[in-house]
């Protein structure tokens, strides 16, 4: 079992740059997969990007390719979402989650296990 908590989250002009984290406790993180989400008010939950547990390639949904970067630290247990050239349409609640998984699975909200409580985002024009 891991529990979740992100931070970071805030107000900011479009173009400018946040940085989200998610530390966890419980369990190591390294043992599982691992991934950012975001919710938008009445929207369904939407995939930002993943890092395996065995350490391969990130993968970033194409709305945020070149734009954020995630990374992880086993070591502290911690994650984090570096987000640059922010835009308008980023403005959600961000979600960090840990599950393990299929790497085929790993944009399915329903694969996650873990779950933070979420850090608002909101970017204005």
């Known amino acids: 079992q891991v529990q979740l908590v992100e931070s970071g989250g805030g107000l900011v002009q479009a173009g400018g740059s946040l940085r989200l984290s998610c530390a966890a406790s419980?369990?190591?993180?390294?043992?599982?997969?691992m991934s950012w989400f975001r919710q938008a008010p009445g929207k369904e939950r939407e995939f930002v990007a993943h890092i395996p547990r065995s350490g391969g390639n990130t993968n970033y949904a194409d709305s945020v390719k070149g734009r954020f970067t995630f990374s992880r630290d086993n070591a502290n247990n911690m994650m984090y979402l570096q987000m640059n050239s922010l835009k308008p349409e980023d403005t959600a609640v961000y979600l960090c989650?840990?599950?393990?998984?299929?790497?085929?699975?790993?944009?399915?909200?329903?694969?996650?296990?873990?779950w933070g409580q979420g850090t608002q985002v909101t970017v204005s024009a």
């Open positions: 989650a840990a599950g393990i998984m299929s790497i085929y699975r790993s944009r399915v909200p329903a694969e996650y296990s873990f």
């Open positions: 419980g369990r190591s993180v390294s043992v599982y997969d």
